[in-house]
């Protein structure tokens, strides 16, 4: 998202002055994203798991968007899954909650399951996924890389961060969430919406694991949102 500069545009309503106290209501469009935080044994689990499925027989990239010299499919679908599980309940009881009609997420089964080893200047372009909905967890953030996106200046997320976008990217709408990973973080979202992640210069490895779920059809009440 670009930040504006201050210019001359003459003002509606003035900040310093007081506004009247109007009662409204307004709508949550777009995607429903939702973060949380794995378990640290969850985060060592991942860690090992990719330790040992990192060769080259489980070379995944020809599946992917990114660029990217280290990206393996990862086994332990069955053993994921288990805990996976109450992660994307949660995101159903979430998804619900905020769309606010009869909604039911059934059947959910995890489709694929990889690993990323991002490098200093590595790139995921702007890409989406197969499936209903998407996962991605941060098992490790290198402090290196939380420096230098802290030392990162301008107005985007920066070096290491992860963007989502939806729509058209009109004015004065909000198109973009964007966010710094940091260790044992997980987001869900629809395999549809768009993503990219941003390079960085740091001598460490940005670890994430991602996957695509499939799952029953949503079912929403119909009616005003
Ligand atoms: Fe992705």
């Not at 107005?155 to 058209?168: D, N, V």
Request: hydrophobic share 30%.
């Amino acid at each position: 998202m670009i930040k504006e500069k201050n210019t001359s545009t003459t003002r509606l309503t003035e900040p310093s002055k007081p506004t009247e106290n109007i009662p409204y209501r307004f709508s949550y469009w777009g995607p429903f994203v939702f973060r949380s935080k794995i378990l640290p044994a969850e985060c060592k689990m991942i860690l090992a798991a990719g330790k040992k499925c990192r060769k080259k027989a489980n070379d995944y990239r020809d599946q992917l968007a990114g660029q990217l010299s280290d990206e393996y499919k990862l086994q332990d679908r069955q053993e994921f899954s288990e805990w996976l599980e109450k992660y994307l309940q949660a995101y159903a009881v979430g998804y619900n909650k905020w769309r606010g009609g009869e909604d039911t997420l059934s059947n959910l089964k995890l489709h694929s399951l990889w690993i990323n080893y991002m490098k200093a200047g590595d790139f995921n372009p702007p890409h989406h996924h197969d499936g209903d909905l998407s996962f991605v967890i941060y098992p490790f953030i290198p402090q290196k890389l939380i420096k230098e996106n802290k030392a990162y200046t301008g107005t985007s997320i920066g070096p290491g961060g992860i963007a989502w976008i939806y729509g058209l990217g009109l004015r004065r709408y909000i198109d973009t969430s964007q966010h710094m990973p940091e260790t044992g973080d997980i987001y869900i979202f629809p395999a549809s919406l768009k993503h990219w992640v941003y390079p960085f210069r740091s001598k460490i490895e940005r670890i994430s694991v991602s996957g695509n779920i499939f799952c029953d059809t949503f079912l929403v009440k119909k009616g005003e949102n």
